[in-house]
């Protein structure tokens, strides 16, 4: 449970907030930069309340700069990308990508007004085929990326995603934490097939069905929270499943099978009761193939949606990324297939998530919640971001890890171990990120 102010200063993400202020001492990935192109329609982005869009000048350069025109506050969406920056389309008044104001022809050519103008702007780096912006204050440069391992990929070894989920930030990374749900609303009614022996996700569903309250371990460490999930297996041995929550918004779940494919999201708010979540999964050793390409970008996942349930694409912020299954819709609940085949009764794997964490509302009142032991992960990791946001909003201080970019090279992992072993030991040469080795998971 939290204070109702704990929770008002957790959840909400305006310019600003304390929250706010944290968040934006991080990069952001929000854009495929395939989503802009050079000298083309620019597009709408509205991160942590801010409404902004995004372009490609016609030298190639992404910008992000306020969507409202300096002058009489027109929508740049619509302005004209040409020439090295975006003019707005009501009088001319030009922008480049650092948000200066190049061209004002609706004013006399004498005057110098246009240099005493400027929008709001972000500075923009693409790395892994994704747009990334810091949104924190001017002085200074920003800190390097976080080098997390899928950046140094070439692009083909990556898919990845995106889809926007109507409810604060906050209840979608706990879902990501809360390894104690799969059990329930990610399962199938029947066993899985496999028994004692095994790799994959057959055999890994099977150990969750048969041991549904798994126990909860955390360790704090330089980029965040590891968190330990452990079940019986057979032969007594113990499966654990180690999830990595970075700072502040990043997360990497344990992956699956021999040579497993990896994955890597981030959960960045849109504003105090929107969210995107940016996801990918990728192989450290390979590129994907034409099929599982195509696979990963169609399957339903946690990040991957169905085309046939997203919804129409529309100008809006990240309207190209919205869904048709939500709670005006019961997500498309299948009664008839929750008696027989799956838990949930609901197909999208992604909407078994989305399902239940919009039913607790736009912004959840934990002041409302009891956690049992299966909420260990998500007690600590509140406890971290609190205290870091506190560190910030009351003394000023900094978070550490933006500055240190290495201490996000880390992976997720999962494996069987003897009961003797602890997870976080046995784990700890698998979750460094080692080039050319990718350690099974069971
Ligand atoms: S409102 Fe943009 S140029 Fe006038
Ligand atoms: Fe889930």
């Not at 929250?19 to 991080?26: C, F, I, K, N, P």
């Not at 083909?156 to 989920?165: E, F, G, L, N, T």
């Amino acid at each position: 449970m939290l204070s109702a102010s704990d929770n008002e200063l957790l959840t909400r993400v305006g310019a600003g907030t304390p929250m706010g202020s944290l968040l934006r001492q991080y990069w952001i990935p929000f854009l495929f930069s395939w989503e802009i192109e050079a000298g083309g329609a620019p597009t709408r982005v509205r991160l942590m309340g801010e409404d902004l869009v995004a372009f490609r000048d016609t030298h190639g350069a992404a910008g992000l700069v306020a969507e409202r025109c300096a002058h009489r506050g027109a929508s740049l969406y619509f302005g004209r990308n040409e020439d090295g920056g975006l003019a707005c389309i009501y009088h001319g008044w030009k922008y480049d990508g650092s948000g200066r104001c190049m061209e004002m022809p609706s004013e006399p050519d004498a005057s110098d007004f246009k240099d005493k103008v400027r929008i709001v702007s972000y500075p923009c780096v693409e790395r892994g085929g994704i747009v990334w912006t810091f949104m924190g204050k001017p002085e200074g440069a920003p800190p390097p990326l976080p080098a997390l391992e899928w950046l140094d990929l070439p692009e083909d070894h990556i898919v990845a995603s995106k889809r926007v989920q109507p409810s604060n930030w906050l209840q979608a990374i706990e879902g990501e934490i809360d390894q104690s749900h799969v059990s329930f609303v990610h399962s199938r009614l029947e066993l899985a097939k496999e028994t004692r022996q095994g790799t994959g996700r057959g055999f890994v569903d099977r150990i969750r069905k048969l041991d549904r309250h798994p126990r909860f371990e955390v360790v704090e460490t330089e980029s965040g929270m590891c968190i330990g999930a452990g079940r019986n297996a057979p032969d007594g041995m113990e499966y654990w499943r180690v999830t990595q929550h970075l700072m502040p918004f990043h997360i990497m779940t344990g992956p699956y099978g021999e040579d497993p494919m990896r994955n890597w999201r981030a959960w960045i708010p849109i504003d105090d009761t929107n969210v995107f979540v940016i996801g990918l999964s990728f192989h450290p050793l390979r590129p994907f193939t034409g099929e599982e390409r195509e696979q990963l970008a169609t399957r339903s996942g946690v990040w991957t949606v169905s085309p046939e349930m997203r919804a129409p694409k529309t100008s809006a912020p990240f309207g190209a990324w919205r869904v048709r299954p939500g709670l005006d819709n019961d997500f498309f609940q299948d009664r008839a297939l929750q008696k027989t085949e799956l838990y949930s009764g609901i197909t999208e794997f992604w909407a078994q998530d989305s399902a239940p964490q919009l039913t607790m509302g736009p912004i959840f009142d934990r002041t409302q919640e009891h956690l049992g032991t299966s909420d260990r992960g998500i007690i600590a990791v509140r406890r971290k971001l609190a205290r870091t946001v506190r560190a910030l909003a009351e003394r000023g201080e900094l978070p550490p890890e933006p500055s240190v970019p290495d201490v996000y090279r880390v992976r997720s992992d999962a494996m069987l171990l003897r009961p003797d072993q602890h997870w976080f030991e046995a784990t700890t040469e698998r979750r460094k990120v080692v080039a050319g080795s990718n350690p099974d998971c069971p």
